[in-house]
Nanobody, 128 residues
Framework: QVQLVESGGGSVQAGRSLRLSCAVS????????MGWFRQAPGAEREGVAG???????IYSDSVKGRFTISKDDAKNILYLEINSLKPEDTAMYYC??????????????????????WGQGTQVTVSS
């Protein structure tokens, strides 16, 4: 039904910036919302940014001010811009999507249980 493919990760030095991409294919009917998550080895998957069906966004406190979620509807791509990278940002980053009639942004966008479509992830490694 829905396929998500992340790209744009890599190994960079602290202070650099990256733009991750999530190519979306397939259809989600009845409205949808999307999010970005990350997971470091041995840690739980945490939500860092989300976008509601109306386009409003929410960010976790740990990344607010450095991360920006956006989309290009013409290209069917969801982006995550990461600025001022820190070593603690090192993780596998995942794009997620879910169908639903949720419209307003809320903390549900940062909860992994809110999503049932996931990409395979793209690795971001930040060295000091």
């Amino acid at each position: 039904q829905v396929q998500l493919v992340e790209s744009g990760g890599g190994s960079v030095q602290a202070g650099r910036s990256l733009r991750l991409s999530c190519a979306v294919s397939g259809n989600i009917y009845g409205g949808y919302y999307m999010g970005w998550f990350r997971q470091a080895p041995g840690a739980e998957r945490e939500g860092v940014a989300g976008m509601a069906s109306d386009g409003n966004t929410i960010y976790s406190d740990s990344v607010k001010g450095r991360f920006t979620i956006s989309k290009d509807d013409a290209k069917n791509i969801l982006y995550l811009e990461i600025n001022s990278l820190k070593p603690e940002d090192t993780a596998m980053y995942y794009c997620a999507a879910n169908g639903g009639r949720h419209i307003r942004a809320g903390w549900y966008l940062l909860q992994k249980t809110s999503y049932n479509y996931w990409g395979q992830g793209t690795q971001v490694t930040v060295s000091s």
